[in-house]
């Protein structure tokens, strides 16, 4: 008979953990074991308690699957109806099978199919019977990934939760040496990353001064040294500071003295004495350190946010906005007559601001491989001292003078290679499998966010923001791999620093796509669908269908409100819109056509007449273009806004520009419903055409204000019938070319007294109601 062969061995607490073997055993089988000397006591692992990991466990003549109800989303939660397991073992069809039941504690659910039914070796996933799909938990012991990229539960027959022993010592053992265990002829390594995952502190990290003292904090518990280098800016030898360590894993020290405007930086053996950057420092001279001791203040604005439904966006780059390198020069230019304020948008999403990798200060880049979360990147300071604290704390001052929101991009899915967390502990704060990093960002290191210090990380850090700076709100980079249940403690954490908080999703990854998960959160999401679809509408590609649903802010399936929908056709990422839409080859709008400008403004009139949160590129109102260049991520002479554009196509721009008031004035109330009534639209159909004509208000549950849109994205001239709508009650405002709230003088859409409307090619229209 086969011996058992044990594969993994890992601590639970510094005293008791788990031993894993390749079969079910008997305890009878087993050799004495010892770990450092110490003798240790085995006895089967609960079977419970390995289902709650695995989903699944054996009993006699039956699997039992077991879903933990408290791993649930809020969403899977909330809903109503019944859950099913499907596998290999019934073809992943869950139809007429018998549901699971809810266990007598009310803790998870439960469903028993005899042993009969499954092979030595089979895959399975819980489904809720409105067919969604539950993936895997992060941790689970058998989650395993197929050829197709899908992560699955591995059933295995010979694994049946008794191959399980847990295990107890006599007394705590120091974890940070990395104990072995020896079972009769067997040694291992003890894994002490589930140990670690369960640890938590609430004690403050970093470096702050009170009371004429220092303090200084680390979260690391797996290292077995820590120590603190503090010199200031003149001489690079200063004095070295051993920190103590305690029960959570928080080594730290208590120095006199007030060490503001000092370097500091830490110095963990793990187990080579290394380097490292506090992951906490509030300010650094350069993303590889050293850190600065800075004084902080609490933001004292009373500015306030723009709510969700009135947020009218406009993306940009510190650098792109100004051509220069620094906030403070950001900060110059908005004081100014200028490009950012005359558009009128009132929310300026930044590209990620924090330290970020540059071998060198003034070196180019978006900003989405980050080193530090604390701290606004020093290639934005004036000076090597943290005059980026200063500084980026007066932009936000500035923006909020001129009435702008100041959003900023974040990156918590994967950092930079100057990230300091990777030399503390690579393990803790990366998603791996052995030392193959998880790659789902498509940048080398998905961030282990479910972590309880990792999570606290990224929380203090945007707290920090708000408290600090009195920044508006996140958008969250690749907010996928950061899971649904963290999204919804980020939320729930910042709504109580910040009630009225901006929280917006990029909702995919390289893995899957949860903006349905998202909904009824207070999170909106970048719909990618919104901008693929109207690329291809405005090419006479799309259908009326289409344009429907995303006109109603995609709330027949997207979004459960339509302020959950943030519609844009172009961002920082892939080609500009120009050069999307342009009829010349390799995606070069530079010198675009008479076309592919009438496609832009049907495009625009679009974007501003859809129910949701619209956002905007900086500089594409005035048409900029990449010259067909995909991925500029460092490339600023692709990305610098060029200003001689937008007086050459000001026209352009002052039609986005008048898109933009319209949304702001009175009549921009009917665009930002969250639930249109059933019968809010009308549409009238041209025949055999996608161009379409859509009344707003149509039922005057809004009051007595509509709006009459009407688009024609074909290369003829279409009609409409507009029954029970008079043009006497109607005063246009806008067609392709020229907008103005007033309305158009003169007026040239042929809407005739019968009713019939005709549109030109490649042209849009909007009226308003007559008051």
């Not at 003798?39 to 879903?67: E, M, N, Q, T």
């Not at 690329?535 to 344009?547: E, I, P, S």
């Not at 302020?563 to 010349?584: A, G, L, P």
Request: proline content about 4%.
């Amino acid at each position: 008979m086969e011996a058992p062969t044990l594969l993994h061995a890992f601590w639970e607490t510094t005293s008791s953990g788990v031993l894993c073997f390749n079969k079910d055993i008997r305890l009878q089988e087993l050799p004495a074991g010892t770990i450092e000397g110490d003798p240790i006591v085995l006895k089967h692992f609960s079977k419970a308690k390995f289902a709650d990991a695995s989903g699944y466990y054996v009993d006699k003549d039956f699997v039992c699957f077991r879903l933990v109800c408290s791993k649930l989303s809020r969403k899977l939660k909330q809903l109503s109806g019944n859950f099913y397991v499907a596998g290999d073992f019934n073809r992943w069809s869950w139809q007429g099978t018998k549901p699971l039941s809810l266990t007598q504690d009310k803790s998870a659910l439960e469903l028993k199919m005899p042993l009969s039914h499954f092979c030595e070796v089979s895959h399975f996933k819980f489904v809720h019977e409105s067919n969604l799909w539950i993936n895997p938990f992060e941790g689970s012991p058998n989650r395993v990934q197929d050829n197709c990229g899908c992560v699955n539960f591995q059933l295995n027959l010979r694994r049946t939760g008794a191959h399980w022993v847990e295990f107890q010592c006599s007394h705590s053992h120091d974890l940070s040496r990395q104990p072995w265990l020896q079972l009769g002829n067997q040694s291992i390594c003890m894994d002490t990353l589930p140990w670690t995952l369960q640890l938590y502190s609430d004690k403050p990290l970093g470096c702050w001064t009170e009371d004429d003292r220092t303090y200084f904090a680390l979260f690391a518990p797996r290292v077995p040294k820590v120590e603190v280098h503090i010199f200031s800016k003149q001489a690079n030898v200063g004095n070295v500071y051993p920190l103590q360590v305690d029960k959570e894993g928080v080594w730290s020290v208590d120095l006199p003295g007030n060490y503001s405007h000092c370097y500091y930086e830490f110095f963990v053996y793990n187990p080579e004495k290394t380097k490292v950057v506090d992951p906490y420092a509030k300010a650094l001279v350069s993303p590889q350190g050293p850190g600065i001791i800075v004084p902080l203040t609490a933001y004292s604005g009373d500015f306030k946010t723009p709510r969700m439904r009135d947020l009218i966006i406009l993306e940009g780059h510190v650098r792109d906005i100004t051509g220069k390198s620094s906030f403070n020069d950001l900060s110059k230019f908005l004081r100014t007559d200028n490009y950012v304020t005359s558009l009128n948008c009132n929310a300026l999403e930044l590209l990620p601001i924090n330290e970020y990798d540059a071998l060198n200060g003034k070196d180019y880049h978006w900003g989405y491989m980050p080193a530090h979360y604390f701290a606004p990147s020093s290639s934005y300071a004036q000076s090597d001292c943290g005059s980026q604290v200063r500084d980026f704390k007066k932009l936000v001052e500035v923006c909020h003078a001129k009435g702008i929101a100041v959003i900023l991009d974040v990156v918590y899915n994967h950092a930079g290679v100057f990230n300091s967390l990777q030399k503390i502990d690579k393990a803790y704060y990366f998603r791996s499998t052995g030392e193959v990093f998880s790659n789902f960002s498509g940048c080398g290191n998905d961030f282990r966010a479910e972590a309880p210090m990792a999570k606290r990380l990224i929380l203090d850090s945007l707290s920090h923001f708000l408290d600090v700076y009195g920044v508006d709100g996140f958008r969250f980079d690749l907010a996928e791999l950061l899971s649904v249940s963290v999204l919804e403690e980020i939320a729930q954490s910042l709504k109580a620093v910040k009630s009225d908080v901006i929280l917006i999703a990029e909702p995919w990854s390289f893995r899957s796509h949860v903006a349905l998960d998202l909904q009824g959160t207070d999170y909106a999401c970048w719909n990618d669908g919104f901008r693929d679809f109207v690329l291809q509408y405005v090419r006479g590609q799309g259908n009326v269908d289409g344009l429907k649903y995303f006109i109603k802010g995609s709330t027949d399936f997207l979004c459960e409100t339509a302020q959950q929908s943030i519609n844009y056709t172009e961002s920082h990422d892939d080609h500009c819109w120009i050069d999307r839409v342009t009829e010349n080859a390799n995606f070069n709008g530079e010198n675009f056509t008479v076309k592919d400008r009438r496609r832009t403004h049907c495009m625009f009139s679009i974007l501003y007449l859809s129910l949701g949160i619209p956002m905007i590129g900086a500089g594409q109102d005035f048409l900029k273009s990449k010259k067909g260049i995909r991925n500029t991520y460092n490339r600023e002479d692709c990305n610098r806004l060029d200003y001689l554009r937008l007086e050459q196509f000001s026209g352009t721009h002052a039609y986005v520009k008048g898109l933009i008031e319209l949304r702001r004035s009175a009549y921009g109330r009917l665009l930002k419903i969250g639930h249109p009534s059933a019968h809010y639209f009308k549409y009238f159909y041209a025949k055999n055409s996608s161009a379409l004509t859509i009344l707003y208000n149509a039922d005057h549950s809004e009051g007595n204000r509509q709006i009459l849109f009407a688009i024609n994205p074909h290369e003829t001239p279409m009609e409409w019938f507009l029954d029970n709508v008079s043009a006497d009650t109607f005063v246009q405002i806008a067609d392709t070319e020229r907008l103005c709230l007033k309305g158009l003088n003169p007026p040239l859409a042929s809407w005739s007294q019968e009713g019939m409307l005709t549109l030109p090619p490649l042209s849009c229209a909007i009226w308003v109601s007559r008051l």
